[in-house]
């Protein structure tokens, strides 16, 4: 399936977010109609409910690691396929009221990951403020501005602030200069598994019948033997007792790729449980150089096998 004018893409909203930014980087996701919703949750229970088609949701942050809410509702309370890996580039900027004083300040508003992404920065120059959590970086920053409290300020986008006519007091506040967060397109599994590129992720979870000497080396094995790269390996708790945790992996390489299905068999084969993710194109500033040094390759690759099979005796 493709992405038409007519398809409902769901996003954490309001307007201004970074989960937006990521959107509006796809020309054919910023041709769809956006459809905001207030938490993750909500953009993939859209998806799950048929009132959207697509969803967009970040997954983790170069400097916070894991967004747990994204994965927590992948792993356990949706089925639902990543289809398109989005990554960008997150700077903070500080926005509040025209003319107000930073060091006067008590509250500063945003999104918890925003807000740790920033944690130098403020401990430096607002020590005293108090963070006050809100759903989303917009969505703090449209409270500043209907708030109209002088001693209030939000961490948000420079889009966010303009959009809500609010001023840019300070850019740049994230601790890291290689602040960057990784977003996934979610979708529904009759979207389909967008064919391979030869610069892919697949992931998955791992379920595990119990914690026992060597159960995780058996997971991994079945990836070193297979000379198969992984890009990531969490653990998660299963929400079932103390203790009980399953794994999210992500490998390189597509479930077309018969050394990657050879694996996800096996695992399946030997594990109480192997729940599929997805297979999509791997996102990253390389990303589209690499596909198509694949793609060359594939093709003097194929060229070759057909040399040689015009040699096969009759």
């Keep these: 399936m493709k992405v038409t004018p007519s398809t409902i893409t769901a996003y954490l909203g309001p307007a201004g977010t970074f989960t937006e930014e990521a959107l509006l980087s796809q020309a054919d996701l910023a041709a769809s109609r956006r459809a905001p919703y207030g938490t993750f949750a909500e953009v993939m229970g859209a998806v799950s409910d048929r009132r959207a088609d697509l969803g967009v949701v970040a997954l983790e942050n170069s400097i916070e690691g894991t967004v747990n809410v994204t994965l927590d509702q992948l792993v356990f309370d949706h089925d639902l396929w990543i289809v398109r890996e989005l990554q960008i580039s997150v700077a903070q900027c500080l926005v509040g009221l025209r003319g107000t004083d930073v060091g006067r300040a008590k509250r500063v508003l945003s999104m918890p990951v925003a807000t740790a992404q920033c944690r130098t920065w403020l401990g430096r120059h607002l020590p005293g403020a108090e963070a006050e959590p809100c759903a989303s970086t917009a969505d703090a920053v449209r409270r500043v501005a209907e708030q109209a409290d002088p001693q209030s300020v939000a961490i948000g986008t420079r889009h966010a602030a303009a959009l809500y006519g609010l001023e840019v007091l300070a850019s740049g506040i994230e601790d890291h200069d290689e602040n960057r967060t990784r977003f996934a397109v979610v979708a529904r599994p009759e979207w389909g598994i967008p064919a391979a590129t030869g610069h892919d992720k697949t992931s998955i979870v791992c379920f595990q019948s119990s914690d026992h000497p060597g159960s995780l080396h058996m997971i991994l094995g079945q990836f070193a033997a297979r000379n198969l790269n992984l890009t990531k390996l969490e653990s998660r708790p299963t929400k079932r007792a103390l203790g009980e945790y399953c794994f999210v992996i992500d490998v390189d390489g597509h479930v077309a790729d018969e050394v990657v299905s050879d ?18 194109p791997a996102a990253g500033p390389q990303g589209e150089r690499r596909r198509q040094e694949a793609s060359a390759a594939w093709a003097a690759a194929d060229d070759w096998v057909r040399a040689l099979r015009q040699h096969l005796a009759g």
């Design 263 to 280: 694996c996800l068999r096996d695992l399946h084969a030997t594990l109480p449980s192997v729940k599929f993710l997805g297979s999509y």
